[in-house]
């Protein structure tokens, strides 16, 4: 990734997703309170690995028009 970056908020440190997250990502895609929120987020563990692997090579396309920007507690 070329442009990096990370925000610190307190006890909250965000970042750029790695595909080392896809623990954390699946622990968290199976808590009641982010599905009631987010169905879309009931992943099957071939779903969780595609939704990985678009935001980390989104990074490198990254587009300052496109608000969109996933970061990782």
Do not use: H
């Amino acid at each position: 990734m070329n442009n990096s970056f990370t925000i610190y908020a307190g006890t909250v440190t965000l970042g750029p997703f790695t595909l080392e997250d896809k623990s954390a990502l699946a622990a968290l895609s199976r808590q009641p309170e982010i599905t009631d929120m987010l169905p879309d987020w009931k992943m099957t563990e071939k779903q969780l690995n595609e939704f990985l692997q678009f935001i980390v090579s989104s990074y490198e396309r990254f587009d300052p028009q496109d608000v969109r920007i996933m970061l990782a507690d």
